[in-house]
């Protein structure tokens, strides 16, 4: 199970970046997929997810209406595009796959993480 992000890099504000999670192992489909920063001394926060019932999206208040998070299924692949970057967008980005399902009585959680993606928004 694994999830590789790529895509991240050095911007000028006012910039664009698509950054994109690959999911091999599991179906990622089945899974709630989220993009997640987290900022020199500060704590991880979350930016954006995307549901596995219906693909409905939520993003933090920072970002909405700059970032649009989408998935592939075909390729298994979550896509976090951002435009208007700003400086405060600075961060390395995680992508996390998130499930809970019941089997046999009990509630089980799969919970993946991939290693990051750094993204600088700097002139």
């Known amino acids: 199970v694994q999830l590789v992000e790529s895509g991240g890099g050095l911007v000028q504000p006012g910039g664009s970046l698509r950054l994109s999670c690959a999911a091999s192992?599991?179906?990622?489909?089945?899974?709630?997929m989220s993009w997640y920063r987290q900022a020199p001394g500060k704590e991880r926060e979350l930016v954006a997810t995307i549901t596995s019932a219906d693909d409905s999206t939520n993003y933090a208040d920072s970002v909405k209406g700059r970032f649009t998070i989408s998935r592939d299924n075909a390729k298994n692949t979550v896509y976090l595009q951002m435009i208007s970057l700003k400086p405060e967008d600075t961060a390395v980005y995680y992508c996390r796959a998130l499930r809970t399902y019941y089997s046999g009585g009990h509630y089980y959680t799969d919970d993946y993480w991939g290693q990051g993606t750094q993204v600088t928004v700097s002139s």
């Open positions: 192992g599991f179906t990622s489909s089945s899974y709630a």
